[in-house]
């Protein structure tokens, strides 16, 4: 069940949208091709705008109702909004679609037109998600496994068809079980050598990473998680992605904590206790043009307080952000930049299949020169 | 330049939809939320539908428009539209669309909400593509390199910033500079032994998939594409998945044949020309879930013939469709069952980040046992 908006435009020479008598014309073009697949329309408003013009049609006794827009640049807009049932058939088919478009593009003599899949609205499955970058993506989403808000966040689980099962935090997904490529681009598999390592995790409340950190054989890995019912949801329904380590939390080559990270680092400081890597899988780099706020703060002090805790030769390993994203991993490596002690990073990236995007990864460690800049590996 | 359609949507206790004086007070709210972000808002005009209310308010001296509608489901949705030039900043920002958003969803004591980045309508450069199941993808296309129409089909080649060049059919996502792994799985590298064979692909005008197996050492690739223009289009555009295969169009090893792969396919036959490998590398299989019609008809005209030119252990390699198409790809294979002669096949299946989905394809042979079953190597 859902309000389907079904959306089309067309481009035509602005010339013919300002007078009243093709504009007429232009309605009653736009009518009768949209009778073909509703019942009769009857225009029940007009309104001249600042910019153009808008007509509103109704179907004869349904809900159904037909906007069509004009603007002076030479767009016409047409939105077929109506409420789909269940079971109910759409009222355009996805074929039906394409020929109204062609048969209208034809009608009206536009040099470009469009049509969009309808978009659904108001359904209990949401399927749109939102690229880093701000594009709308529907995904094939066909059920919600689990769905709580935490003392931190909103945690479900969905199911896509292509993806597995998929945490999505806050509205953002995070993880499927369709992308190992973003843990072993994460954790540079093939490159980076974990055998006899000593490992700290921030984050990581999935246990993916965990999971194929521990096939290297890493001496000990610590993960330092504070959502509990992240944990609970991801051992649950994620078995694929993070096998038993978040169902037995530890054994002896790992240990799961749950707290907060920040306090586990000041106090592994305290007592000098020292790793080859640290891993900051926690939220994403803020999308934020402006480097101010407590984000990129807490960003520092992450990694502050991470290079503190590594060896001299040790590393700190994260995820980026996506390539579309220019300005957000500039912001990233300036605030690499500003560090004490002065590091330099590496690059890796991968297209992430749920994030339906090319991502970026850092691996970042002390210059022993002592001087900050960045060797491009992607 | 385009117009923007912002789409809200909120979820209610249906009872709160119905009366007139919840239902002002709704309108009153929504229009308050609104107002933080646009000019003073006017109802211009209302009216009762047949199963909801709609009010049309425009924003003091602008072409905005906000269309707010009731549904008697329990469903409010707000559209809120405008025109967009370029260089003027968005009426609501992405931040402020998430604000708006929790801030009705609280006033409205919603039990859902949600809000999509706004839809760009009229654009020169289409963002927009569609996956095999009718989902809306939002590229991040943003430039137009090649756009053509040839005797056969509409040729663009766009770029995108996360996939690099990317050549579209038909409005169709055909292949991506980040697509190596499509003609990977579709040869199944690393499992098939192209040395010493000889190939004939059918299509292919990309000419990735040609590129690909000559490094494998092949005795001899053919491949018959009809569509010169499309060649062209990627040799000029995509150059890192083509190298210069189509730039030379023959050598010691391969041959490009510009016609119909039908008259070629039977001059072999009658010349007693045998391959070990025949890719079918044309148009997708279709959606529709009807076995009728040319394209089905065309697609077993295909495979017969191919298996006249095949030797008796050769194969038939070729894309099925996306995961989430499950019916289309019964209907391939039931279209496979029918063939003479017998057949069986195998599949493979890679996520393909141009696609942004879950391909399958498909790798069909002689069944010497001379019963058709499958062997699901997915």
Chains 1, 2 share one sequence.
Request: aromatic residues 8%; proline residues 3%; negative net charge.
């Amino acid at each position: 069940m859902s309000a389907n908006s079904i959306l089309l435009d067309f481009s035509l020479d602005p010339a013919r949208i300002i007078d009243e008598i093709s504009r007429k014309d232009i309605v009653r073009v736009c009518k009768e091709g949209l009778e073909k697949y509703l019942a009769g329309l009857k225009i029940s408003y007009d309104m001249l705008t600042t910019d153009g013009y808008l007509c509103l049609l109704n179907e004869t006794g349904t809900g159904t109702i037909v906007t069509i827009r004009f603007f002076e640049q030479g767009l016409i807009t047409i939105n077929v909004e109506y409420y789909r049932k269940d079971g109910d058939e759409p009222k355009i088919s996805f074929d039906n679609m394409k020929m109204l478009e062609n048969g209208l593009r034809i009608r009206l003599e536009a040099i470009r037109s469009k049509h969009l899949p309808p978009i659904k609205r108001g359904r209990n499955v949401d399927v749109y998600l939102t690229s880093s970058d701000e594009r709308v993506i529907e995904y094939d989403i066909d059920r919600v496994l689990f769905d709580k808000r935490s003392e931190f966040q909103k945690i479900q689980i969905v199911h896509s068809r292509s993806l597995g099962n998929m945490l999505v935090l806050d509205e953002l997904q995070n993880i499927a079980e369709a992308d190992l490529i973003y843990t072993e681009t994460l954790m540079c598999r093939g490159t980076e050598d974990y055998a006899g390592k000593e490992i700290c995790i921030l984050g990581g409340g999935d246990g993916a990473l965990l999971y194929e950190l521990l096939k290297e054989n890493p001496k000990h890995v610590v993960m330092l998680e504070i959502d509990e019912i992240v944990m609970q949801a991801c051992n649950k329904y994620m078995n694929s992605i993070c096998g038993d380590v978040l169902e037995k939390r530890t054994d002896d080559n790992y240990e799961i904590i749950v707290g907060d990270c920040m306090v586990h680092l000041k106090r592994y400081i305290k007592e000098g206790r020292k790793f080859d890597y640290v891993f900051g899988d926690l939220t994403d780099i803020p999308i934020s043009d402006t480097p101010t706020g407590e984000i990129w703060d807490f960003i520092r002090m992450i990694l502050e307080h991470s290079f503190q805790v590594l060896k001299p030769t040790g590393k700190f390993m994260t995820h980026g952000n996506g390539v579309s994203c220019p300005e957000s991993l500039r912001m990233y490596e300036d605030q690499l930049a500003k560090l004490t002690p002065k590091v330099t990073f590496t690059k890796s990236s991968a297209f992430v299949p749920s994030f339906m995007e090319e991502w970026v990864f850092y691996q970042v460690q002390r210059d022993a020169a002592g001087n900050a800049n960045a060797t491009d590996s992607v």
